[in-house]
């Protein structure tokens, strides 16, 4: 049975022309207005020709581009309305001047202590005492470390600078904030009974054991607060990040025990659909409106309206007619990647999976090839947008969800349950909720174990031509596989030679630059460690800018390693002490930066080394934790040391340590790092107590490796590689045994300079990846 496209192509068009126009807010009005005049005298043509020609002589062409024009005309109107008030000049004229703002608004989104950013909607903006009345969805940035658990819903005070975004971005005003977010109001009653049921759900979850305690909130309730970074890498690679995910099978599963459980009750057709309504409206307040979430619940609202009414229902018109309201209820959506996902993912199921899963029964079990099909017809369908996040293939995607996908539904209505009984009896809630961490363990294991197989992702073209190229290739496989009647024998032979040929060129040209990388440097190199013998100094570099952390002690070893990398500029340069071992070599690199920051100085040497930077034009700032900046498109953060320590406690104790992360809306290569200097065990304590601290892909191991470590911060930092700056048969015993120890058992690879000279980090479709000028980097055991 062929899918009825009538409704879905039009609101593809109409999908298309918001998302390009809602960048171009000026041509909004004009654009809407044609769209209608254009709309008027194709209904009249349409209208026309249907009332002079019978039904089998109308041309439905002529419908489609009524209907077309008519769902333009009604989305750019939207859109219209929209932009007039999304970015008021009085704002944005007072983020242009870096004016400071005071603003209350209302949390859209949960606050968790040490979270980088949150959504919310600004009521009120006040600067230099004129209050303005707005409404603006915004993304508010800021170090929440004394921040309790928020709840959506909330209304805050924040004070702070505004920044104007692009046209088309979700957030009409991005917020940085000066501190916290002050509380003014709880959340009204009708959502903080979500608030409580997610905050003692998410607290239980964290106290079951491994990925499977951090992967089971967001299975049941979407909440990815707990998933590290290396396990949200991990679902990534191995296609299964949709099940964090909550959208239409999670709403279909809901509805569905509802349905059935309203039939044994022996309740009445009305009742049932009202009760489903109602308990549908209770799961998107407890999983929050995100976009997938209001797809799946307004396609479920308009089936059960249907049954209200006794017609009929087709998945692909019920799938546009969702899309199209939520388009015109918020045209932003139309550049929502989560939301175009959603829909992408619901069509591949609805046009596809069905197709497949008969072709594939020829040669397997029924049963069997469902369960692949599906899986299979959801990536064909999403995998050209994701190349546009990831230019990347997961060569395991569909055997993994195969694998991980019966788990999922148990994890979820497990874990719904144990959510909403938690509160009320919670030995019970603690009883279910560990029977819904097996399913979850299970998916995290099934992740983590094809995420680490050899190539887990190949790489393909990013950018609008992978996207044609990847849709040229799947529209052959599909006719050639699914419609070979509408091809010739000659035409079959043609495509499948194409497809073979194009196969044979991408693994060839897989395999030689694998080949290539192993045996030569990478040039897209995005952290460096110089072989500068027992010392630091390690490049960072991020869209074109560069930073160097220490100079270790040798200005010859640094040149030669600049040179090298092709380094002739930095941007940023860190001291974090004034040993020699971290700054003898700072002449070699005289006159390059045009930031320095230095940490506690306690000879005059070390105030005379600034001041030849700061004559060679040099910006010299002493940060303490807290200060922050950009480097390209990364957000560097100073963690230590504290402001009052500064001018007391000189030396390896008081050296900088910072991070790196990639900002909002990081393109490529946002590697998370953390460097720590020459920090001690007492220093590192107060570190990690004081700073929130998350999983990264990179650390710098402190004071080259010495026994002075506290493992708890490398246990948090939960690194995937260790970088030490260290001196061949040193004297100091540098590193130690205990800290290679410590680093094996939380599974971090090391690369030391005495061993490996050079290493380089990359950013790849795979994850990062360790390049080292001699010998292997040491695994973990």
Not at 351 to 368: D, E, S
Request: glycine content about 10%.
């Amino acid at each position: 049975m062929r899918a009825d496209l009538r409704l879905a192509v039009p609101v593809g068009v109409a999908w298309a022309f918001t998302a390009v126009l809602i960048a171009v807010p000026s041509a909004l009005p004009l654009s809407s207005a044609v769209c209608w005049a254009l709309a008027g005298i194709a209904t009249c043509v349409a209208a026309r020709i249907n009332a002079t020609r019978p039904r089998a002589e109308r041309i439905p062409a002529v419908n489609a581009v009524a209907l077309c024009l008519t769902l333009c005309g009604l989305l750019l109107s939207s859109a219209t309305v929209h932009a007039a008030w999304r970015q008021p000049q009085v704002l944005v004229e007072a983020a242009e001047a870096g004016r400071s703002i005071s603003a209350t608004g209302v949390t859209t989104q949960p606050v968790h202590e040490g979270q980088p950013r949150f959504r919310a909607l600004l009521h009120t903006v006040d600067i230099g005492g004129i209050s303005t009345e707005v409404s603006l969805p915004v993304l508010v940035f800021g170090s929440f470390e004394d921040s309790a658990d928020i709840g959506i819903g909330t209304r805050v005070q924040l004070t702070g600078r505004l920044a104007a975004t692009a046209p088309q971005d979700a957030a009409a005003f991005l917020i940085f904030t000066d501190g916290s977010p002050v509380v003014t109001s709880p959340p009204p009653g009708y959502l903080d009974w979500a608030n409580d049921l997610r905050r003692t759900f998410l607290d239980a979850a964290m106290g079951l054991p491994g990925d499977g305690g951090a992967l089971l909130p967001g299975l049941a309730i979407g909440d990815t607060t707990a998933v590290s970074d290396s396990l949200d890498e991990s679902m990534k690679a191995s296609s299964l990040s949709h099940l964090t995910a909550v959208s239409g099978a999670n709403c279909a599963v809901v509805i569905g025990l509802v349905l059935l459980c309203g039939r044994a009750l022996g309740l009445p057709r009305g009742w049932r659909i009202g009760a489903s309504l109602f308990i549908l409206l209770a799961f998107v307040t407890l999983v929050t409106p995100e976009p997938s979430v209001l797809r799946a619940a307004v396609m479920a609202a308009l089936v059960l309206l249907a049954m209200a009414v006794g017609r009929p229902v087709s998945g692909v018109p019920v799938l546009a007619l969702a899309a199209v309201g939520l388009l015109a209820f918020d045209p932003w959506l139309a550049r929502s990647y989560g939301f175009t996902l959603s829909v992408l993912a619901t069509a591949g199921l609805l046009t596809l999976a069905g197709p497949l899963a008969r072709k594939l029964g020829r040669w397997l079990p029924y049963p069997i090839a469902v369960a692949i099909s599906v899986p299979l017809a959801a990536q064909l369908a999403c995998q050209p947008v994701l190349i546009l996040l990831n230019p990347s293939l997961p060569t395991y995607g569909v055997i993994a969800n195969v694998l991980a996908g019966p788990a999922a539904p148990v994890a979820t209505i497990a874990g719904l349950i144990a959510c909403l009984i938690l509160p009320a009896l919670p030995m019970a809630g603690m009883m279910i909720a560990h029977i819904a961490w097996l399913p979850s363990a299970w998916i995290a294991g099934v992740a983590t174990f094809f995420s680490r197989l050899p190539g887990a992702s190949l790489p393909w073209p990013g950018g609008g031509a992978g996207v044609m190229l990847l849709l040229t290739a799947a529209t052959i496989m599909l006719l050639v596989v699914l419609r070979p009647a509408f091809l010739s024998h000659s035409m079959r032979r043609v495509a499948a030679f194409v497809l073979a040929a194009g196969c044979a060129v991408y693994f060839g040209s897989v395999g030689g630059e694998q080949l290539r990388r192993r045996l030569s440097p990478p040039t897209d190199w995005n952290i460096a460690s110089c072989d500068v013998g027992q010392g630091d100094a390690i490049l960072v570099r991020s869209a074109g800018a560069v930073a160097l952390i220490d100079t270790g002690p040798d200005p010859e070893l640094l040149s030669y390693c600049l040179s090298t990398l092709g380094v002739n500029h930095l941007d940023l340069l860190v001291l974090t002490h004034f040993d020699a071992d971290h700054v003898g070599g700072a002449s070699a690199v005289l006159g390059q930066p045009a930031h320095v920051l230095a940490g506690p100085s306690s000879e005059p040497a070390d105030e005379l080394l600034l001041s030849t930077f700061a004559q060679a034009g040099a910006l010299i700032d002493r940060p303490s934790r807290g200060h922050s900046g950009e480097l390209g498109e990364l957000r560097w953060r100073v963690l230590w040391p504290p402001a009052k320590l500064i001018g007391v406690v000189p030396g390896n104790q008081a050296s900088v340590a910072m991070s790196f992360r990639g900002v909002e809306g990081c393109g490529n290569a946002c590697i998370g790092s953390v460097f720590l200097g020459d920090l001690g065990e007492q220093s590192q304590s107060m570190l990690l107590a004081t700073n929130p601290l998350g999983a990264v892909d990179v650390v710098h191991v402190s004071h080259h490796g010495s026994a002075d470590q506290d493992a708890r911060l490398y246990t948090r930092l939960d690194a995937a590689i260790g970088l030490i700056g260290v001196g061949a048969e040193n004297r100091y015993g540098h590193p130690s045994a205990d800290i290679l120890h410590t680093l094996a058992g939380i599974g971090t690879t090391v690369a030391r300079t005495d061993h490996n000279g050079m290493a380089l980090v990359s950013s790849t479709v795979r994850g990062v990846e360790l390049w080292t000028e001699r010998n292997a980097a040491t695994p973990p055991d």
